[in-house]
């Protein structure tokens, strides 16, 4: 479990962290989403027991990164921003130093070394130097080091960053395993990653607390949530005719690609009534979606002062 009770980081004037009350459970991967600058690295820096918080607590499965702050640590694994330290040495070496840093035994330290070498692909680069990997593989390589001890919370600063998309697709499903039994707090410009991953979300901006929801709810915000969309190409599908049903607020059609998109009044379900016209005019139309929402539009709205505290 992670918890923060009124977690406050100031940096002179700036206050980069402003009375942040966050908490993540077990089966969680809590999505830590704020443009940039907002606050995120300095919130996780914090959990993880890096950066002294100015006033304000966070506990990792019940200990206090402060006073508590190796049992903390124990617990906890950590991928921070950008690659590994120790460039000069090779993966190898690297994770075999941990492994001894965190106090494994040699069996033990045997066997998650051959699982996290396995499960994050690194078995071509063992004997090479972090230094000389590519991004993508110095990311993999700081993830092996996050977990190589089998911890029960996981932070994890942009886990996908400079991952081409198959290797994107590796780390979150192994995320997604993990996730399981363990609470990971992740934080990501990525707002498919919160599809693929996040059962919850905490957007941030400035420092503070602008929203704490399921994926779900965040969509249900979105103005595009309920509405129906299809393409219509030249089956002369008349605006003002789905403008007559009663359930249908407004209509838009994309300049671009004359993709028609119906909103719905305050309440009300479309996709069958409109369904039903488009069948009755015997109008042509191709792929018909019901839309769950916009997280972009969401973010957008939340992070620019449409919305506030959630
Ligand atoms: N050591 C520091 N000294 C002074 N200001 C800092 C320091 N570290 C961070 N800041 C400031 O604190 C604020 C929050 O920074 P932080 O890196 O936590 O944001 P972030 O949400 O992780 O941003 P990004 O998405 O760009 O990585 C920013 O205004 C940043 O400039």
Redesign the pocket.
Known sequence: MIETEQLTRR??A?T??DSLSIRAEPGQVLGLL??????????MRMIAGFLEPSSGTARVCGYDVRREPLKAKRVLGYLP?GAPSYGELTVREFLTFIIRMRGLNREDGYRRFERVVGGLQLEGVLDQCIDTLSKGLRRRVGLAQAIVHNPQVLVL??PTDGLDPNQKHTVRQLIDVMARDRTILI?T?LLEEVHALCNRVVI?AN?RLLADATPAELEARSRYHGAVSFSAPGSGVSQEMLGRLPQVASIEVDPLDGRITVFPRPGERILEPVETLLRQQGLEVSEIQLERGRLDEVFRHITTGGEGHA
């Open positions: 940096y002179g700036l980069a962290v704020g443009p940039n600058g907002a606050g995120k690295t300095t919130v921003e600063d942009e934080s410009h941030i420092g």
